[in-house]
């Protein structure tokens, strides 16, 4: 069974809906014990860093997330629960996080003069530099949709399994490490590349990763 | 340039695709499901749903509708009409919508965008404005509410940056001379909205060939490009749009 965590972060109806799309069991739960009887976990999320990490902490989702990635429970985690992943988060005035991945969690910043919207959000191609299970049969520079303000920058290059460009920028799209991965975008809105990427989670072996 | 989306309209009226949709595959062009899948299917960027009748007593058909549109919707998906609480948005968002566009009852108080921005995030608030030519006006454009019925004396870009203010992440003007007519988008006023606010813009009302689309995501500066009649009637598919705008160096999808 996929739990999708419900820690007050947006509705996650969407999240739910693309699963029993590719005919997976997936159910929305809102505490740490029923979270921990899934065999998978999806960590969505929309809002505020603050706010986020404030509902983890409440439903003991915080060390729910952190032993699942000791004890290799494969972890999908979606726009700001990717950014939740990493040490820090620069939103809200500074936010620790989960500090499951090293790096940390920056504002897009742009000279006026260029006059680029944040959030970024819409359609964006990712770049694939390495391999991964997650991303099999997802062909360099697909389309994702993204909507956000803030992007993950991880320590090392090892952890960056996706790039993506906004207005010449470059930004980490895809994370991953052991069995924990996170996309900064949202695969149940990015058409068939998206349900593939959910699809490969449901079956994702991760006992030989790491 | 950023990508430019392609978001078909569903306009909706008790649960039916109003003006029906002319894909031969289709068993039942009025079906909104079944319109939904084809324009996934046919590479929409976005789609919206418009309950055009928005009435109290009709929002849980609505939602009933919406829910069964939204497992079958793998891009984002848009929901306006009648929407005019707090409630209303968190009932949209349940039944799978990612955001939705608020029209009259943004005019009629602000107050409520600015919360429903805080409440719900700025990318879920798109603001729907429905606009007419008046000469009067600077930007010789009115804001009219109430599905088009009401004139309100109101400037069309500087009610644009009035809702910018609030913290909406998107604006919609729709063009009353425009929509349905097939004969072009209002470009000026979706210029001018785009590059007074910044905010991305969704052109609508009015596409009736494929230069209309290209004409609104250049000289317009459109960000999204929505359109219901030439999708629902077969003109073109989505497809054929996409392949259009790519042929003349717009980037699309």
């Known amino acids: 069974m996929i739990a999708i965590l419900d ?58 997330l952190k032993d699942a990635a000791a004890r290799r429970t494969p972890v999908l985690a979606i726009c700001l629960g990717m950014q ?39 359609w964006n191609t990712v770049a694939l530099p390495q391999q991964h299970p997650l991303l099999a049969g997802i062909g360099q520079h697909e389309a ?3 909507v956000h303000s803030y992007y993950a920058k991880p320590d090392s290059p090892e952890h960056t399994l996706g790039i993506s460009d906004y207005a010449d920028f470059s930004f980490c799209a895809i994370t991953g490490r052991g069995s924990v991965f996170g996309t900064q975008f949202h695969p149940e809105r990015s058409g068939d590349a998206g349900l593939r990427i959910l699809q490969n989670f449901t079956t994702w072996d991760t006992t030989s990763c790491c | ?62 939602f009933d ?30 039944a799978g919508a990612s955001a939705v566009s608020i029209s009259s009852a943004a005019y009629r ?11 719900f995030g700025a990318q879920r608030i798109c603001i729907a404005i429905d606009v007419d030519r008046n000469d009067a006006m600077p930007s010789k454009r009115e804001v009219y509410i109430d599905g088009g019925r009401t004139p309100t004396g ?15 992440g998107r604006i919609l003007p729709t063009s009353k001379a425009c929509d349905g007519s097939c004969g072009g ?20 009302g009015g596409a009736g060939t494929l230069e209309h689309f290209y004409a609104a995501a250049t000289e317009g500066k459109a960000a999204a490009l929505l359109a219901a009649s030439v999708f629902h009637f077969g003109t073109f598919t989505v497809a054929q749009v996409k392949d259009y705008l790519r042929g003349r160096g717009v980037k699309v999808r």
């Open chain 1, 7 to 64: 820690y007050g972060a947006g509705n996650l109806t969407s999240v739910r809906l693309a699963f029993e799309r590719i005919g997976a069991n997936a159910i929305i739960v809102d505490n740490a014990d029923d979270a921990r009887a899934a065999d998978r976990i999806v960590f969505p999320g929309v809002g505020s860093a603050r706010s986020g990490v404030d509902g983890l902490a409440q439903r003991g989702f915080h060390t729910l």
């Open chain 2, 1 to 62: 340039m950023d990508y430019v989306s392609i978001i078909p309209c569903l306009d909706m009226k008790d649960g039916r695709v109003v003006k029906g949709v002319h894909f031969v595959e289709l068993q039942d062009a009025a079906d909104p499901v079944a319109a939904a899948k084809a324009y996934c299917a046919s590479g929409a960027d976005e789609l919206a749903f418009l309950d055009i009748t928005a009435t109290v007593e009709k929002r849980r058909t609505m």
């Open chain 2, 185 to 204: 988008y209002d470009l000026a006023v979706t210029r001018a909205i785009a590059e007074k606010t910044g905010l991305p813009v969704i052109a609508s």
């Open chain 2, 154 to 168: 109101k400037d069309a870009v500087a009610f644009a940056m009035e809702m910018k203010d609030t913290g909406a």
């Open chain 1, 84 to 122: 939740m992943l990493f040490a820090s988060s620069e939103e809200d005035d500074g936010v620790q996080c989960l500090d499951i991945i090293p790096g940390s969690v920056k504002l897009f910043h742009f000279p006026a003069s260029q006059r680029v919207k944040v959030p970024h959000m819409g």
């Open chain 2, 109 to 119: 108080d602000p107050q409520f965008v600015r919360e429903a921005v805080k409440t």
């Open chain 2, 65 to 94: 509708v919406l829910q069964k549109v939204s497992a079958v919707v793998t891009v984002p998906l848009t929901v306006g009409g009648g929407i005019r609480r707090l409630q209303d948005i968190d009932d949209a968002l349940a």
């Open chain 1, 144 to 146: 994702f949709y993204f």
